[in-house]
């Protein structure tokens, strides 16, 4: 409703209008009301979160915790506009220590859903239980005196059609919840998490000892057997977490995640960081990977620039940037901390931690090559493999034949390719060559499956399993059979044709996060190819495996037949030529 004193063209908006507006800023999705009442359960020292959520968090979302409650006097207060207990004065917005401040959350909610609240704390010899409707408190009734609260948000938009008409199928957004759920449990691992969606539980993580634990909680334990871990610290400002080493680095940005005392935020001081960090580590096409925690004197970082509170602003930005950008290359490049008395007095003074920590790279457990057949070179040889053949005379092939000459570091094949030198990075080559037998297998519908012999179980993270259930029919179209085995464990049932034996924990751990872009990818065909480059990477035959001439051979052969392309699908390159007029330069027989 609109006001004005007849008199001019200026209207004064009404309460209701003004707080659908308000709404607007803070409430963009079911995710946005989730995120809001997670970190109010944080700020009131929960123990134990339970998050239920029906029909994407349309129907319903409920917020269950242990933490302290809310007085029957501050319970109705809660729900009026800029309401808050956690600022006395305005100084106090220079130095915000919790999650939550602003006290817009629960009246920007209340204005466009059904609110109902249970709240207890633990003195009162009663609870209190009360209503919101239209922003309105209603009646106030006694509620058992059970300590904690506890919030249902049900119908939510239902007076906004317009916004509800924007919002994207219920898998999507319940996919954003997800993600709220993971980043709050990544911040606070001492703090127990669950999350069910139409009363099927999709995350479980108990009170973790650790964040390394907590890590392991829910992106598995396969992606700390890449990681390095990372510690660095200048006064005011330190950086810790851990980074997926270079030789891991994939095309998929998962994950990416960083936070700035304990809040999940987007910063592209600290993402260009990384990226300068990692710089020549990584090959083209690859992505930094890191869960990164930053904790900051909360007089130099402004967490008060975006409605959401997803960016923040630090008053020494490119003192940030160089400790995160100087932190990863050390970590990457193995190098110790610096070596600087003064330095680590200085420091040491500040209260912050040393500068630079690594961890032994020893205590990553497995190295690129930890599965490759051992070698058969022993002491200072090298490992130029070539086979013992009689000589022959030196005489030009045909510009069709391939002849092959050997494998370097069993790693790289020699080969005459018709009249050239070709050096091809076994890996990468065959990679594109079952990427691209499948993908003309799929686009011409003849994509066949065939059973494993023996399946192999593997260990699933809630959110996995989630995606696995949003997803498991396509999979099947692509010659993927993946069934449920027990709670959190599946099994791989069969595989498309001609793929071949592979890890099946290594790959579902990549394919899962080929998946997690799915809803970000414009095209089928983008979501098609990034599943079958994975299967081809995890198909192809390893750097380290010892390859005979013939197997040589055969893997050349087929290469050429795929067109040389000279990238795999993930952009790395598969091959090196010179050619016979290049060679007669380099040895000055040009003119002979």
Known sequence: ???????????????????????????????????????????????????????????????????????????????????????????????????????????????????????????????????VAGGLVGNIADAPPVTGTRI????????????????????????????????????????????????????????????????????????LDQCLSLNAALPGVAVSGYIVDAIYAKSSRTPQEVFVNRRPIRSLAVSHAVGEGYGSFIAKGCHPRFVLFLEIDPDRVDVNVHPAKREVRFSDNETVHQLVRRAVRRTLSREEPPNDSKEQARLAGSGWRSPVSVVDPSSVRESLLANSTPSAWQGGETQLAFVNEAAESYARVSSTEVVPLGQINRTFLVAQVGEDLTVIDQHTAHERVLFERLLRAWTT?????????????????????????????????????????????VLIRSTPVGLGRIDASKFLQDLFEDLAQWDSMASLEARVRSVLASMACHGAVRA?????????????????????????????????????????????????
């Open 1 to 131: 409703m609109l006001t004005t004193d007849g008199s001019g063209k200026i209207c004064i908006l009404s309460e209701e209008v003004i707080g659908r507006i308000a709404a607007g800023e803070v409430v963009e999705r079911p995710a946005a009301v989730v995120k809001e009442l997670l970190e109010n359960s944080i700020d009131a020292g929960s123990r134990a979160i339970t998050i239920e959520v029906k029909d994407g968090g349309l129907s319903l979302i409920r917020v269950t915790d242990d933490g302290e409650g809310i007085s029957r006097e501050d319970a109705p207060r809660a729900f009026q506009r800029h309401a808050t207990s956690k600022l006395q004065s305005d100084m106090d917005l220079w130095s915000i220590r919790t999650m939550g401040f602003r006290g817009e959350a629960l009246p920007s909610i209340a204005a466009v859903a059904h609110v109902r609240l249970i709240t207890a704390t633990r003195s009162a010899e009663l609870g209190t239980e009360l209503e």
């Open 544 to 592: 380290g495996r010892l390859m005979r001439l013939e197997e040589i051979k055969v893997l050349v052969e087929e290469w050429r037949s795929e067109g040389e392309i000279t990238t795999c699908p993930h952009g790395r390159r598969t091959s090196f030529r010179l050619t016979i007029n290049e060679l007669e330069k380099m040895f000055g027989r040009v003119g002979w």
């Open 152 to 223: 249902e948000v049900a119908d939510l938009f239902h007076n906004q059609p317009a916004r509800k008409k924007f919002l994207k199928s219920i898998a999507t957004e319940c996919s954003h919840i997800t993600r709220v759920v993971q980043q709050a449990a990544l911040a606070w691992p001492s703090i127990q998490f669950r999350l069910t969606h139409n009363a099927q539980e999709l995350m479980n993580y108990p009170a973790a000892r650790s964040q390394v634990d907590r890590i392991a909680q829910v992106y598995q334990p396969a992606l």
């Open 445 to 489: 519908r003849k994509m066949e499956a065939q059973a494993l012999l023996i399946p192999d179980p593997v260990d699933l993270s809630s959110a996995q399993a989630a995606l696995l259930q949003q997803y498991q029919g396509d999979l099947e179209k692509l010659g993927l059979e993946i069934e449920p085995f027990g709670a959190s464990t």
